[in-house]
DNA sequence: CGCAGAGTTGAGGCGCTTCAAGAGCGGTGG
DNA sequence: CCACCGCTCTTGAAGCGCCTCAACTCTGCG
């Protein structure tokens, strides 16, 4: 219990919800829970674990959810807006892990150690739901279906770092800004957005940050995307135009390039 | 249950082991345990978890402990010898995604989904303890304490992702050839070997493919190593002379490279 | 309306790759 | 035991890709 206790100073979802809004904060009747912690549960389990969200938390553009290096007291689900992940090391260098958006989960890299190690950041107006660690071992130990779903999310940001590592290892930069685009679009249209324009949340010097490479390249590719027609930007508005066309430069050999 | 049953090929512990030598075993007699799953678990714990280890399995040099992709039932521990870990993806690209060493985890990123991501190949002679999932999953119920080293290590294993990105995205080839060896000194050092001295298991283009570089850079990066007298180097054997002129290297700005 | 921050674009250079040739080591068979 | 062969490693020369530096434009916000 002593995490939940030490999230004391955000008000538990009881005091901060009125009474219409309150259901609001049950994963059961939260549209994002499949995406999100809950999964596949089924409805015996998912009414078992509905305060499991011990509070809600508001963030504005730019405002930090936790610093890296913080202690460690809760996982966050994003219930709207997005977030960036942010790496550093003791000698001055910063690198963008990850976006999150609606439904992904925050802070797993703490989990059961004492601090998380990156920093997230709101990109945008946004909402989260606390998790508090206590309250998920617990449940874990009762609920079967959600300890097997807990390790489902954890394995899934390992594949996902592993797919950053890949990135960076083996590709080259346009392949990496492709391979971006594709993966955004993807989750964009999982959520029910358009699958092929969205409105990128992040700056350029944040989007080179994650996928290794500097500002100005990253802009020198979007207008060269632009050029050979595959895509449409405007500043944060992108369209992809020829998804296809995205694909196939990722099967291109990455000649000048570590293997 | 059906994970243990699916791992049936591989013989029990108790008919693999002479009588004289099945303590060996069991993680309470293992003196590895304090850096593998079992952590710092009091004595009582320890005793519980004891047929956790379901078998053990002997992999010769270059044999594959499981294949990227392949059906996910247990995670490994290695008790002697060390592996390679890699990823591929559907472009024919290949990535060293880790080594591992005595004592470490194998197969973390298949928890609770279906399958293997990278592939497990032996460096060298080895053997391995198999934990089947159900078990694991079993056990994470009953003892609270493993349940959370369970999540320690997990996230463990983001925490070296994200050290491998920031590699990647943030290091010059030096620095990262540095944090290379300065790495596995440590981890040299930890299992009581020295931590200036040690037989590199792998090969040059291992070794690139995990930092992201050619195996000819990897190579021309050990010279010159040697030729400013950071350390020496024979094939595979590695001397550190200078463990504070190679964490300088990584402190210096990393010019011509992404942030 | 003005200013700071974000994005674009150009010119030049460095770092690592590519290509190539040769040397050293280990395993195998005579 | 030695000679051979394949694989790994080393080293050199040349080139490409992305970075650096710099100037300018665009946007949003007070």
Do not use: W
């Amino acid at each position: 219990m002593q995490a939940a206790a030490a999230v004391i100073a955000i008000q538990p979802v009881e005091k901060r919800m009125p009474a219409a809004r309150k259901h609001a904060a049950n994963c059961s009747s939260c549209n994002l829970r499949e995406l999100c912690l809950p999964g596949a549960l089924d409805a015996e389990d998912l009414a078992r674990i509905d305060n499991l969200v011990y509070a809600r938390r508001r963030l504005k553009r730019g405002e930090a959810l936790y610093q890296a290096g913080a202690e460690f007291k809760a996982i966050y689900a994003i219930r709207s807006g997005s977030f960036k992940a942010s790496l550093f090391d003791g000698d001055g260098r910063e690198q963008v892990s990850g976006f999150f958006m609606a439904g992904e989960l925050l802070g797993l890299e703490g989990l059961g150690s004492g601090a998380y190690q990156a920093g997230a950041i709101a990109l945008e107006d946004s909402e989260v739901c606390v998790l508090p660690y206590a309250l998920i071992e617990q449940f874990c130990r009762e609920i079967p279906a959600l300890q097997r779903r807990l390790h489902t999310v954890l394995a899934r940001e390992i594949v996902r770092d592993h797919g950053v590592m890949m990135l960076l290892g083996t590709m080259r930069a346009e392949q990496r800004l492709a391979t971006f685009l594709l993966n955004l679009s993807a989750r964009s249209k999982r959520r029910g957005y358009s699958s092929s324009e969205f409105h990128l949340r992040m700056s350029r010097e944040e989007i080179g940050s994650y996928l290794g490479l500097k500002l100005e390249t990253v802009s020198r590719l979007f207008s060269q995307f632009h050029d050979v027609g595959l895509i449409d930007v405007d500043y944060r508005h992108v369209r992809i135009l020829d998804v296809q066309g995205l694909e196939r430069m990722l099967r291109e050999p990455s000649a000048h390039v570590p293997n």
